[in-house]
C-alpha cells in the first residue's frame, strides 16, 4: 500500500521535476511544512550554530553526555530538499533504538552550494562532537539516501584531515554513484515507486554545474580502505539498489567490514515509515543494535550478507 501510494501520489510530481527543473520549485516548502512534526520524547533539544550552518543537539541525558554514544546524522533529499524538520523522527527513531543522543546537520545544499560545501558541514558537525567530548569510538555517522553519500564522503574527508575515523557507519537507501549510467541499466530501478529515471539525470547535471571547481568524488570511486564498519540497507526493487551493492562490493574488496541487507519489496528509505510498516520497525531495531555492537566491541573483519 505504501509503495502504490509513493508511485500514484509522489513519483509522477518528482518526474516532472526532474524533466522541468526549474529555480521556482519551493524546494524548502517540504522541510518547513514538516516542523510540526512530534519527536520523540526523552530527548532534550539544543539549538546548535556550526560553521556555515545550523544544527540540532537532541541529548538523551541532561548535561554532558561524553560517556555515551552520539550519531550524526546526516538528511536526505537529493542534495535539494528536506532538512531537519522533515528527518527529525527518523533521526530521532534510530538514536532511541542506539541508546544514543543525535546531531543532525541542516547542511548546505545544490544549487546554491556544491556538494563539496554540504560535505564541510557535515566534517563541521562531526567536530562539535569531538569538542563536546564524545571520543571516535562512540560516535556513529548515519545518512538516507543523499545522506547516505554524504555518509561516506564524511568519513573519507575525515582521513585527508588527519581526523579519527568514527566507530561505525550506517546508509539506508545510500546515493553511492552521482553518475546514473549503472543505475539506470539494472531491472531493479525500472519498477522503483518513489525515484523516476528523469531525477538521476537531472541532479547528476546540476551536481556537475555546482561543482566546477572542487570535483566531488561519488563515494564508490573514493578512497575506501580504513572506512570503519558500515551497515547499508536498501529496499530490493528501489532505484538506489544498485548504488548500495556496488558500495557494498567496492568496501568489501577495499577491507572494510561490511553488511549489506537487502528488504524484500521495501521502498526507499522505508524506515520512516516504521509507525506503519512492521520490516521498517525491525530495519531500526537492527540499525540500534549495530550502532551498540560497535560502539562496545568494535569490529575488525570483513563480510558481506
Not at 46 to 67: F, I, K, M, T, Y
Not at 165 to 178: H, I
Not at 216 to 228: F, H, I
Request: glycine fraction near 10%; aromatic fraction near 6%; charged fraction near 20%.
Amino acid at each position: 500500500m505504501l509503495a502504490h501510494t509513493l508511485r500514484v501520489a509522489v513519483k509522477p510530481v518528482l518526474d516532472v521535476w526532474g524533466r522541468y527543473p526549474s529555480p521556482l520549485w519551493p524546494a524548502g516548502l517540504l522541510d518547513l511544512s514538516a516542523r510540526y512534526l512530534q519527536p520523540v520524547r526523552g530527548v532534550r533539544k539544543h539549538r546548535v550554530q556550526l560553521d556555515d550552518c545550523s544544527a540540532e543537539w537532541w541529548e538523551r541525558r541532561p548535561g554532558s553526555d561524553a560517556g555515551g554514544t552520539a550519531i550524526l546524522y546526516l538528511h536526505g533529499g537529493g542534495f535539494m530538499t528536506c532538512g531537519l524538520n522533515t528527518h527529525r523522527v527518523l533521526a530521532l527513531r534510530i538514536a532511541a533504538a542506539s541508546g544514543a543522543s543525535v546531531l543532525t546537520v541542516g547542511y548546505r545544499m545544490l544549487p546554491r552550494h556544491p556538494i563539496a560545501d554540504s560535505i564541510a558541514d557535515c566534517v563541521s558537525g562531526y567536530r562539535w562532537l569531538l569538542d563536546r567530548g564524545y571520543p571516535p569510538e562512540r560516535i556513529v555517522v548515519a545518512g538516507d539516501s543523499a545522506g547516505g553519500f554524504l555518509t561516506f564522503a564524511t568519513a573519507m574527508a575525515l582521513t585527508g584531515l588527519g581526523l579519527p575515523q568514527p566507530a561505525a557507519l550506517v546508509a539506508m537507501s545510500p546515493l553511492t554513484d552521482l553518475d546514473p549510467t549503472n543505475k539506470l541499466s539494472r531491472r531493479e530501478g525500472s519498477g522503483c515507486p518513489l525515484i523516476p529515471r528523469s531525477v538521476l539525470i537531472t541532479l547528476a547535471d546540476i551536481a556537475v554545474r555546482a561543482d566546477r571547481s572542487s570535483q566531488t568524488v561519488s563515494p564508490v570511486d573514493g578512497a575506501l580502505a580504513g572506512l570503519p564498519p558500515v551497515l547499508i540497507q536498501v529496499g530490493s526493487t528501489e532505484m538506489l539498489y544498485a548504488d548500495a551493492e556496488l558500495m557494498a562490493q567496492r568496501l568489501g574488496a577495499a577491507g572494510v567490514p561490511v553488511t549489506l541487507e537487502v528488504w524484500d519489496r521495501q521502498v526507499h528509505v522505508f524506515q520512516a515509515a516504521a509507525d506503519i510498516v512492521p520490516e521498517a520497525a525491525r530495519a531500526v531495531a537492527r540499525i540500534g543494535a549495530f550502532v551498540r555492537e560497535t560502539t562496545e566491541t568494535p569490529v575488525r573483519t570483513a563480510s558481506t550478507g
